[in-house]
């Protein structure tokens, strides 16, 4: 996608030791850019859950007016953090090694991505190289093909991408896709007869996936990268819903997120939020989503906060500024 010297890449560190809600800690190379001159906006907190890191990942690649992919992992299990980074650093290198990026078959693409995404795991894990048997991430994907105006989004887990749309001060916020839950008939479906059992979680309102042995820890998502044992012994599945829509001249704003922002936040709460800052301000944008997230959870009187992952995207952005020059970007940060 052209010089290095046009690029800038983003990554974070995994920080054992960071505070709550401290940002991660990013590497930097290439070619410094605001981010609020591409468009997007990001941020990513630690919860406050003791003796953990931060497990959520995300990574941002955009091409000034042909590309940008949005990556939204939330790492599972006691090595979920490692998982969500593995499938952070490999997910955009497989889309765009796939030649049917830019093409009418992306669709058809997505599933296959994911599919890779699982199978370089699985290399990884029996290789030594990362212990994925019983941690994973969820992952949802977004690529947004500008020349095409088409947003396809692939998801698995409880990760969610938003849209807002109309009035950008009373825009509407819908989901682009919806969690994957092991109560809902067809993922029970599919767990029920590949042996999985499903249980009361003793600590929210739902089920999780656990295998008549008790082998596999029970896991509230039916879908997921990773967590090697639940594909194999419970039925759990890396196959993507994949969502496409043409991007309309009313669709204003993107907005992904870990469960760290809808556990007690709906779409629409997301796009009130973003709604009151003008096209040059998203980051600010993102850190009030991450803030008012955090807020919620604080005034559920909770011991836990989840970790929070956000992306926020003006999808208005580049035409609003066509008279200013705004750099190619690759950015990825945990």
Same mark, same amino acid.
């Given at each position: ?37 591409? +468009?997007? +906006? ?37 090595? +979920? ?9 490999? %997910? ?17 693409? %997505? ?16 290789? +030594? ?15 947004? *093909? ?101 991007? %309309?001249?009313? *669709? ?6 870990? *469960? ?8 629409? *709460? ?8 003008? %096209? ?55």
């Amino acid at each position: 996608h052209g010089d290095d010297s046009r690029k800038l890449s983003l990554s974070s560190e995994t920080d054992y030791n960071s505070k709550s809600f401290a940002s991660k800690k990013v590497k930097a190379k290439g070619r410094r850019l605001d981010p609020d001159s591409c +468009g997007v +906006g990001y941020v990513c907190k630690r919860g406050q859950k003791p003796e953990e890191p931060n497990q959520d990942s995300f990574c941002v690649l955009k091409v000034l007016n042909k590309l940008s992919i949005y990556c939204v992992f939330d790492g599972v299990g006691r090595d +979920g953090h490692h998982v969500s980074n593995f499938a952070k650093h490999y %997910m955009p290198k497989i889309i765009l090694k796939d030649r049917r990026l830019h093409t009418n078959a992306m669709s058809e693409m %997505m599933p296959e991505v994911f599919s890779q995404m699982q199978s370089l795991i699985t290399q990884a894990d029996r290789a +030594g190289k990362l212990n994925a048997k019983v941690s994973g991430t969820t992952a949802t994907v977004v690529i947004h *093909d500008h020349p095409a105006g088409m947003l396809v989004c692939g998801h698995v887990g409880d990760s969610i991408c938003a849209i807002g749309y109309g009035e950008r001060h009373k825009m509407m916020g819908d989901p682009l896709n919806q969690e994957h839950r092991p109560e809902h008939p067809e993922e029970k479906k599919r767990i029920l007869s590949k042996g999985g059992i499903l249980q009361r979680d003793p600590l929210g309102a739902g089920y999780r996936v656990v295998d008549r042995d008790r082998r596999v820890p029970g896991l509230n998502m039916s879908r997921c990268l990773g967590f090697l044992a639940g594909h194999e012994l419970v039925g759990l599945s890396f196959e993507p819903d994949v969502c496409i829509r043409k991007v %309309m001249p009313t *669709d204003q704003t993107l907005v992904l997120a870990s *469960d760290g922002v809808w556990e007690f936040m709906t779409s629409q *709460d997301t796009m009130d939020i973003v709604g009151k800052f003008p %096209m040059q301000d998203v980051q600010p944008a993102a850190e009030a989503v991450a803030n008012a997230a955090h807020c919620r959870w604080h005034a559920e009187d909770l011991d836990t906060v989840d970790d929070i992952a956000v992306i926020v995207s003006f999808l208005k952005h580049t035409s609003v500024k066509k008279q200013r020059h705004v750099e190619p970007v690759i950015g990825m940060r945990k």
